[in-house]
């Protein structure tokens, strides 16, 4: 299995939030009917429910995008890191006089 990319993870982390919505949604609507049925024990236990899921859903969103924004980060880094030493790489050769060919 490869590693998930940061638009992966971005996705992920905003499909997660649209969920959240979702399951809100549902649970006021479970709560409205089992209330109007009379079952308040029945609405309580579906509206914890539905509050659980939806603090798991708005927090494995939020750490989807904080990952995603780590790997971006990361990237930037390589990326700097190579830039680096090619201008190191460059440098000696001009002190040295070692060039390709010589």
Do not use: N
Not at 31 to 39: A, Q, Y
Not at 87 to 101: L, P, Q, S
């Amino acid at each position: 299995m490869e590693p998930a990319t940061s638009t992966q993870l971005t996705t992920a982390a905003r499909i997660a939030d649209a969920l959240v919505y979702a399951v809100g949604i549902a649970g006021v609507v479970a709560c409205g009917l089992l209330l109007r049925r009379g079952d308040l024990a029945f609405a309580i236990v579906a509206w914890c429910l539905t509050f659980v899921a939806g603090a798991g859903l708005r927090l494995a969103g939020w750490i989807a995008r904080g990952m995603a924004e780590l790997l971006v980060r990361q990237a930037r880094m390589q990326e700097d890191v190579g830039d680096l030493r090619a201008d190191k790489v460059a440098a000696e050769r001009r002190d040295t006089g070692r060039h390709w060919g010589a």
